[in-house]
């Protein structure tokens, strides 16, 4: 069969499942979080990978495997490593030990933020914040609702990626160069550094969920 004939959600094929929750899944976080710890602390004092092989008695290949997280180090070989960067053994588990927060907001109970669209009536309800976090990323999920009483205004522009949902009514938005008819089920995902924001209110009242995500450090 043609594959341009297929429904695109059979023609795509994720590289991973977000449901899964087997054990052997948990045991492959554990040895990408070491990989990356030992990587970490083997960068941070300027120790080439081959360098470390020297300290450690470890081969080459056998390094790459841990920090890349393709192979589960025993405890000699972490107590080896933990050796040889002068680190304690424990500082290669503290990221997988870290608390991973959840916000859950019921319906209505979104803080209202002041926002540059705020001035021209666009009301946003931010659904939930987290810190800092092991992932080295901000995501900041807001509701937006646009109403008669809404006006267009110069575009947003900010570091970072932005995903939009139309959950109701009709916008047309204007990314960059281009401008996007979206509807009820329409998803825009765009590199918020370009100029962006709603150019002409179709249909009214009109919500969408706006998802911003950002590096922590910027």
């Known amino acids: 069969m043609n594959i341009e004939k297929l429904s695109m959600e059979h023609a795509i094929k994720l590289t991973q499942d977000p449901h899964r929750t087997r054990e052997g899944d948990r045991e492959k976080v554990?040895?990408?979080?070491?990989?990356?710890?030992?990587?970490?602390?083997?960068?941070?004092?300027?120790?080439?990978v081959a360098e470390l092989s020297h300290l450690t008695g470890l081969s080459v290949g056998m390094l790459s495997k841990i920090e890349n997280g393709n192979t589960s180090p025993s405890l000699t070989t972490l107590q080896t490593l933990a050796n040889a960067l002068s680190v304690p053994l424990t500082s290669f588990f503290?990221?997988?030990?870290?608390?991973?927060?959840?916000?859950?907001?019921?319906?209505?109970?979104?803080?209202?933020?002041?926002?540059?669209?705020?001035?021209?009536?666009?009301?946003y309800q931010l659904l939930g914040h987290i810190g800092s976090n092991a992932s080295g990323v901000i995501v900041e999920p807001y509701l937006i609702t646009l109403n008669d009483q809404s006006d267009?205004?110069?575009?947003?522009?900010?570091?970072?990626?932005?995903?939009?949902?139309?959950?109701?009514?009709e916008v047309d938005y204007r990314h960059g160069d281009d401008v996007h008819s979206l509807?009820?089920?329409?998803?825009?995902f765009f590199?918020?550094?370009?100029?962006?924001?709603?150019?002409?209110?179709?249909?009214?009242?009109?919500?969408?969920?706006?998802?911003?995500?950002?590096p922590q450090n910027t």
């Open 30 to 48: 554990l040895e990408v979080a070491i990989g990356r710890e030992v990587r970490a602390f083997r960068r941070q004092q300027e120790i080439t």
């Open 94 to 123: 503290h990221r997988f030990e870290e608390n991973r927060e959840a916000v859950h907001t019921k319906a209505g109970e979104g803080v209202e933020i002041e926002r540059a669209g705020t001035r021209a009536n666009h009301q």
């Open 152 to 169: 267009v205004f110069p575009t947003f522009q900010h570091g970072g990626i932005e995903t939009i949902y139309i959950l109701e009514g």
């Open 183 to 188: 509807r009820p089920g329409d998803t825009l």
């Open 191 to 214: 590199d918020a550094d370009a100029p962006h924001g709603p150019e002409k209110l179709v249909k009214l009242p009109a919500r969408y969920l706006s998802i911003i995500s950002y």
